[in-house]
């Protein structure tokens, strides 16, 4: 039987978290290939320290895009962060280029030929999920971390909040009762200041976008809410920590609230279904939820590389389901091709629509008009509801 009573905490970071950085390059370069041709291949990954920024992977694309551009593309992501900073300035930074041509043994293991459909790029398994804590079905101890991150970064922005810097971590613990979240018990924001800008001054710029994040009455006590405990945040980004591609998998996800697969997303195009197969994963959950089929679903699909169909499709309506597993498993199957091929037509996910979900959460977002965010479409609601209901 599930817990009904208890606390559960996610965290979310900014676009400036070093990680993030790299997150952000490394979906900037896809997005560049994919404007070019929809219907390359990328595999990139970026490291970033202190005025330093690594490229790395391989690409199969025009032969018009060079390293130039991708260091140019890498320079415009960091400007557009807004670091200006003595250890890590957009103009200043040193990137090395290390990118090169992709593997003839992957792609001959992964393209289409004759009667044979484009295989997985990698076996693997992705998970997707999707309940009712939150208007975009998304759980809400990570829904409200990015929300007050996202609200924090729009004002440093626009100009609101200029002594803010793009560097920060929120952390949201919320208190379940029968099984609802119905407030927090702690809250922690830690943010990139300016020098001279002491521990309160932060907290009070703070405060009002974690109140405005947060449902009416949920805010948790002044002793509970944490605001840069060290006391001093001005060094930050990659000049005071390392990052790397593809290190905040939890963070882009449900944080912590359902499983993960492993695989990272940013700097993959969408022929790698470490990326394509968990948005198919989610969108396909939501669409079960927002159908009113269950309160809660997990979906699971696993690959083998070179094999276009999955090799399973697992669906968990955690006890809250009205209609049978199986049976749901076999219409989400119906309904949507899980092939790579499949997913990307479906989903049109073959547009350079991809640096914009490397902060602040690949999903719980609104789909955009140009096709960004298609996997958080409730498009297939009435169509599960026609065929199980």
Known sequence: MAKLNYVFTSESVSEGHPDKVCDRISDAIVDLYLSHDPQARVAVETLATTNQVVLAGEVRGPDSIKADHLVEVA????????????????????????????????A???????????GAGDQGIMFGYACR?????????????????????????????????????????????DGKPVGATAIVLSTQHAEGLDQEAVR?????????????GWMCDEASLYVNPTGRFVIGGPDGD????GRKIIVDTYGGAAPHGGGA??????TKVDRSAAYAARYLAKNVVAAELAEKCTIQVSYAIGVSK????????????????????????????????????????????????????????????????????????????????
């Open 75 to 106: 320079r415009a992501a960091v400007k557009d962060i807004g670091y200006e900073q003595d250890g890590f300035h957009w103009e200043k930074m040193d990137v090395k280029c290390l990118v090169h041509s992709q593997s003839a043994d992957i």
């Open 204 to 216: 009070e710029i703070v405060r009002p976008h974690i109140l405005n994040c947060l449902p009416d």
């Open 108 to 118: 001959v293991g992964v393209d289409a030929a004759g009667n044979k459909d484009e």
């Open 242 to 245: 390392a990052g790397l591609t």
């Open 265 to 270: 997303f940013s700097g993959k195009d969408p």
């Open 133 to 177: 804590e939150t208007p975009a079905l998304m759980p809400a101890p990570i829904y409200y971390s990015h929300a007050i991150l996202k609200s924090l970064a729009e004002a440093r922005h626009s100009g609101a909040a200029p002594q803010l810097g793009p560097d920060a971590k929120s952390q949201v613990t919320l208190r379940y009762v």
């Open 310 to 389: 999955p090799l399973s499709v697992y669906v968990d309506t955690h006890g809250t389901g009205v209609v049978d597993e199986d049976r749901l498993s076999q219409v989400l199957q119906q309904l949507v091709d899980l092939s790579p091929r499949g997913i990307r037509t479906h989903l049109g996910l073959n547009k350079p629509i991809y640096a914009r979900t490397s902060a602040y959460g690949h999903f719980g977002r609104s789909p955009d008009a140009d096709g960004g965010f298609s996997w958080e479409k409730t498009d297939l609601v009435g169509d599960l509801r026609s065929a199980l209901l």
